[in-house]
């Protein structure tokens, strides 16, 4: 049975985002494990569940996968778990993983051991910006020559003020396409395609929660798994 380890935040990850990939990959016969930063439950984005910002079937739906999986009400602290046994790593995205999941170096050895060992990784969104802070073992940036995608610069225009704020009051830290073009990643957000789904090797990685669906299908296909749904 191929097996998938979830990283996923304390700080608030984006419902969708996990949800989607989560029970994607379950329903293909994945055997899913979760990890947090500190081994707490996972917070999720208020905003994710509100629906009036995703609609009402989404809310109800992530809400009841985030209020109800054992695997997420349970999970293993990060500093614990490696890529060994596992044939993908899956960093759904989320602006709490600003804070917590892509400063963690231990979700960069995670992210940098799928990417040079035998695993894949898919990273979404938010997660994407750990790209810009993980090396590689020869001491380069990941980012470096890569094809991204991941949340852009005009999207965040639209939630953050003047001074980077939050609708909740934190600071945002950086935004995440400046970092990851800083780092040298190739970054197209396809912002004329309705999803932005983009491979390079072992790294997959997503736009945004719309892309979700569309993200976890394409791990599966990476992996040589058939889902159920489109067999």
Not at 153 to 160: A, C, D, F, R, S
Request: one cysteine or more.
């Amino acid at each position: 049975m191929a097996s998938a380890l979830f990283v996923v935040s304390e700080e608030g990850y984006w419902g969708e985002e996990c949800v989607e990939p989560l029970t994607t990959l379950t329903d293909a016969g994945v055997d899913v494990t979760v990890a947090t930063p500190t081994g707490s439950p996972p917070v999720i984005d208020e905003r994710s569940v509100a629906p009036d910002t995703v609609g009402e079937e989404t809310a109800e739906r992530v809400r009841e996968v985030h209020e109800s999986d054992e695997r997420l009400n349970d999970p293993e602290p990060i500093a614990d778990v490696s890529v060994e046994g596992h044939d993908a790593v899956v960093f759904p995205g989320g602006h709490g993983t600003e804070w917590d999941v892509n400063q963690d170096r231990h979700a960069r050895r995670l992210l940098r051991d799928a990417v040079e060992g035998d695993a894949l990784a898919l990273v979404v969104c938010h997660a994407v910006g750990i790209l810009a802070f993980t090396r590689d073992s020869e001491g380069d940036l990941l980012a470096e020559g890569r094809e991204v995608t991941g949340f852009p610069n005009e999207w965040e225009e639209g939630i953050v003020d003047e001074r980077d704020l939050m609708p909740d009051g934190r600071k945002l830290p950086y935004w995440v396409e400046d970092e990851v073009v800083a780092a040298g990643g190739d970054w197209d957000a396809e912002l004329d395609q309705d999803t932005s789904v983009t491979v390079d090797g072992s790294l997959i990685t997503g736009r945004g929660p719309e892309s979700s669906a569309a993200a976890a299908r394409t791990l599966l296909e990476e992996l040589g798994i058939d889902h159920p749904k489109s067999a």
